[in-house]
Structure formats: structure tokens, C-alpha cells
């Protein structure tokens, strides 16, 4: 329950959306506001942006009917379902795991660094298998992605390991059921 606290309070803020700060109100459901700006937000990241004023309207009636019905199920209590909640931690954890992994891996790409003389290496230690009949030139961004992928794979290896080393992790596997 401690892990899904947290996991409430963010449910509960999107479902309670409400006006920016001196905003006037757009659309009001209920006792939920929102203001022009949240509209426009959402609706640029809806798939209807790209119809233009047909989509515009379009949008309108599946937001409020998607604020109804939100509405009607918090009102049901159905937010605070178990099977909700842990459907919605499992998609949260997902997602903030795809995000971690994302930004540590633009921050290892940045420092990485494949030399020419690694790719000549690569190139002549491959050229009979890998790039048989092939010049050096033709395949040299090849091979300077290969070892961009591999360095990066590595680096991102090493990053992991590095955290279970930081982090105290006791697992009791007889409990688990699970031999050593």
C-alpha cells in the first residue's frame, strides 16, 4: 500500500484538473474547471489536431465525454479499486522506467566517443569475414555505429550494475520459492 499512496495522489491530481492560475474557465464538469489553455494542451496531443477545425469540434464532445465518464466512475469510487490501481502503478512503472532508460541513455551518448583508429581496427579485424569485398570507406559509418552500439550497450551494462552495487538489495529466494 506504501507504493501505491503516491500512485493515488497522481490519479487523483489528473483527475482533478482545474483551471491555471488567472485563467478564465473554458469548460466546467461538474465541480472540475478547465481553462483554455488545458484545453489546447490536450488537444494538440490528441490525434484530432491534425483535422484542423472539424477536429477542433470533434475533440470538444469526446473531452467532455471523456470528463464524464471519469467523472462518474471517481463518483463510483471505481479510482480507488485495487485492480485499477495496480493496473495504473504496473503502467506507471512502465512508463518511468521507459523514461529513466531514455534520458540515462541520451546522457551516455553524449560522452561516447568511437576514434577513427577503432573503426580501422574494427574494419581490419572484420574485413575477411563481416565486410569481405568491401572498402574501407564504403563501410566506415557502419562500423562507427557498430561500436557506437556496443560502447553505448556496455556503458549502459556498467550503469546497472553500478546501482545494484550502491543499492542494499536482500532477497530471501527459500521464501520465493526460488533455489540459489
Not at 16 to 41: H, L, M, W, Y
Not at 109 to 119: F, G, M, P, W, Y
Not at 168 to 179: K, M, T, Y
Request: proline share 2%.
Amino acid at each position: 500500500m506504501k507504493q501505491v499512496l503516491p500512485l493515488i495522489l497522481i490519479v487523483a491530481m489528473a483527475f482533478s484538473s482545474g483551471c491555471a492560475k488567472n485563467e478564465p474557465t473554458a469548460i466546467r464538469i461538474g465541480d472540475v474547471q478547465f481553462s483554455p489553455s488545458e484545453f489546447e494542451r490536450a488537444f494538440k496531443n490528441s490525434g484530432f489536431v491534425s483535422k484542423g477545425e472539424k477536429g477542433r469540434k470533434l475533440f470538444l464532445e469526446n473531452f467532455v465525454s471523456t470528463r464524464l465518464i471519469l467523472k462518474e466512475a471517481g463518483d463510483r469510487g471505481l479510482d480507488k479499486n485495487s485492480d485499477f490501481l495496480e493496473e495504473v502503478q504496473s503502467y506507471w512503472e512502465q512508463g518511468l522506467i521507459k523514461l529513466m532508460l531514455t534520458e540515462k541513455d541520451k546522457e551516455l551518448a553524449r560522452d561516447l566517443k568511437v576514434t577513427a583508429s577503432e573503426v580501422q581496427d574494427y574494419y581490419h579485424k572484420n574485413k575477411d569475414t563481416d565486410f569481405a569485398g568491401q572498402k574501407f570507406e564504403d563501410v566506415a559509418e557502419e562500423i562507427r555505429w557498430i561500436l557506437a552500439q556496443e560502447k553505448q550497450q556496455a556503458a549502459m551494462s556498467a550503469w546497472f550494475n553500478d546501482l545494484k552495487i550502491r543499492t542494499n538489495i536482500e532477497i530471501d529466494r527459500q521464501l520465493l520459492g526460488i533455489p540459489e
